[in-house]
């Protein structure tokens, strides 16, 4: 039998993340058309770049960085 001891704060955040990144996407639905390309572009490479980290304090890093960006009106 496999104990998942984190799992619960593992999916808190996995939801959190998600909901990062569709809330990114639809800031970028304001943007003209060459900057929309340009920042959708910035978001998916952003996401694809740290979806594999692992360590709490890394994800937990990009997270309030995530919250930053978007508490500063900042796109990426």
Do not use: P, W
């Amino acid at each position: 039998m496999l104990v998942c001891y984190n799992c619960s704060e593992d999916m808190t955040q996995a939801k959190e993340v998600l909901s990062l990144y569709r809330h990114f996407l639809r800031m970028g639905r304001i943007l003209t058309h060459s900057d929309k390309e340009y920042y959708l572009r910035r978001v998916r490479e952003e996401f694809r770049k740290n979806q594999n980290l692992t360590q709490e304090n890394e994800i937990q890093r990009c997270i309030d960085r995530a919250h930053t960006f978007l508490r500063n009106g900042r796109l990426m």
